[in-house]
């Protein structure tokens, strides 16, 4: 499948993906994350090892939905936790 990436095409292959992160250890998810295998990657780690680009080159939405689009299983970031307002009482 052709897509853009940071401005640069790339053909990929769900199989070639599979293959360049098999043996890759899983960095701890903050962000957005793929399922490849049976293990969760940051999507940030797999644009990186698979266009070979830095990370700030790329942001995550363009990986996410290149791999969306080869069959691979992306989530969300998950929305950080709203703190109470100061004042601000729950009553039942």
Do not use: N
């Amino acid at each position: 499948m052709r897509c853009v990436i940071a401005r640069f095409p790339f053909d990929l292959i769900k199989s070639e993906v599979e293959q360049s992160m098999s043996g890759i250890r899983p960095e701890p998810v903050t962000g957005s994350s793929v399922t490849i295998g049976s293990h969760t990657y940051p999507v940030k780690q797999v644009g990186e090892v698979i266009t070979k680009q830095d990370r700030r080159d790329f942001t995550e939405f363009e990986v996410a939905r290149a791999l969306t689009r080869l069959g691979f299983t992306c989530r969300p970031a998950a929305a950080p936790a709203r703190p109470a307002a100061a004042g601000w009482t729950e009553t039942a």
